[in-house]
């Protein structure tokens, strides 16, 4: 895999996106590790749960 970014726009109702951030914050280090192929993937995956988390706090959306 490369490191190119991509912006992402995405359209949810309030509900969907708070169900995705608690989703993104109760999601654990060994679900992730049982969906990876390797190590580095597992960061790879984390990197972007945090940007998707990121994203949704900067849109006044938290986890519950």
Excluded: H, P
Excluded at 5 to 12: K, M, Q, S
Excluded at 19 to 36: D, G, I, P, Q
């Amino acid at each position: 895999m490369d490191d190119e970014f991509l912006a992402l726009d995405v359209v949810v109702n309030k509900k969907s996106a708070v169900a995705l951030a608690t989703f993104l914050k109760r999601v654990t280090w060994s679900e992730m590790k049982n969906c990876a192929s390797s190590d580095e993937e597992i960061y790879t995956m984390r990197d972007g749960i945090v940007a998707l988390e990121k994203a949704l706090n900067e849109q006044g959306v938290y986890a519950l």
